[in-house]
């Protein structure tokens, strides 16, 4: 019991921005370390441990990349979900820096999954694109991410922009399962998700599951060097303020005699 | 390595993917170096002029 709130209370330290900044930067260079040792084996893996489909012939080596950023695409906006939870409910002085710095990341990643799932649509459906549940539902989720960047950039107040950001986010988590399932619910053209248990042989498992690893821990490197800088521009503004105040004129004149 | 007659798109795909990335990593790292040189240069400015308690010592 006392280890756990010891534990707790060293998560609630990391909330400083000033102990994550530190913290942040000691773990950063070993996280990207171990990401990159990811990706390169998973590369190895992808290219030459593992064979060709017996339908989609060397095509199945799209889905090392595209999996992952749709797993990923997912992943992102729940986390941003968590930390708008985080912020609105427990006021946690990171979370908002959080949500914020994992937002235009989110729609890169999304934007690689539809990219990738068109270039692997046209020569498995002879087509780029169709409108059916699973792509319409995750480029929804794309527009969802630029709506969140594009409201928080519009409003001067970032207080107010940060609140109504955070509950757009929530109120965007609906879209979840919507993507998750809309394979099931729907007669759609995509085929049913690629699950860690699914029926994969461990020739296509081992490479796509370490290729998720690695674009996973990438993920974490991005936002923690995207909370420092957040945090950073936060402390140039504050200062950029602090300054101008100083060098304000003095409202108090001597009268003249 | 043969890829196979769809080989443009295994290659784009992966090539999207890494501009992208390749991109993301350049935005944060750039856009960090310069946040940091911005407030450098503003803690450089303050030190040199003083804070406003110095300020209010000179004026008495």
């Known amino acids: 019991m006392l280890a756990r709130f010891s534990m707790f209370a060293r998560l609630q330290k990391l909330a400083n921005p000033s102990v994550f900044m530190r913290v942040s930067a000691a773990v950063l260079p070993w996280v990207a370390a171990l990401a990159a040792l990811l990706l390169v084996y998973g590369v190895h893996l992808a290219f030459f441990a593992s064979p060709p489909d017996y339908q989609q012939g060397e095509t199945v080596r799209i889905m090392y990349i595209h999996v992952p950023f749709a797993w990923l695409s997912l992943m992102v906006y729940a986390l941003i979900a968590a930390s708008s939870f985080g912020f609105l409910v427990f006021r946690h002085p990171l979370a908002d820096v959080s949500a914020k710095a994992a937002a235009p990341l989110g729609a890169a990643f999304t934007a690689i999954a539809l990219i990738t799932g068109s270039l692997w649509g046209k020569p498995m459906w002879g087509t780029y694109w169709v409108w059916d549940a699973r792509l319409t539902s995750v480029l929804m989720l794309f527009f969802l991410y630029l709506g969140l960047i594009a409201l928080r950039s519009s409003l001067e107040d970032e207080a107010l922009a940060a609140k109504l950001t955070a509950v757009l986010a929530l109120l965007g988590v609906a879209l979840l399962p919507v993507i998750k399932f809309s394979v099931e619910w729907w007669n759609t053209l995509h085929q049913p998700s690629t699950g860690f248990t699914a029926t994969v042989h461990p020739s296509f498992r081992a490479p796509l599951l370490v290729m998720a690893a690695g674009f996973t821990v990438l993920f974490v490197a991005f936002h923690l060097k995207a909370m420092q800088n957040e945090i950073l521009r936060r402390k140039v503004k504050s200062a950029l303020l602090a300054e101008a105040a100083r060098s304000e004129p003095s409202g108090f004149h001597l009268p003249a005699e | ?60």
């Open chain 2, 1 to 60: 390595m043969d890829l196979g007659p769809y080989a443009a798109y295994i290659v784009a795909s992966y090539g999207v993917a890494a501009l992208v990335l390749l991109g993301a990593a350049g935005w944060l790292y750039l856009g960090g170096r310069r946040l940091a040189r911005e407030l450098a240069e503003i803690e450089r400015r303050g030190a040199r002029s003083g804070n406003g308690a110095d300020l209010h010592e000179r004026e008495n």
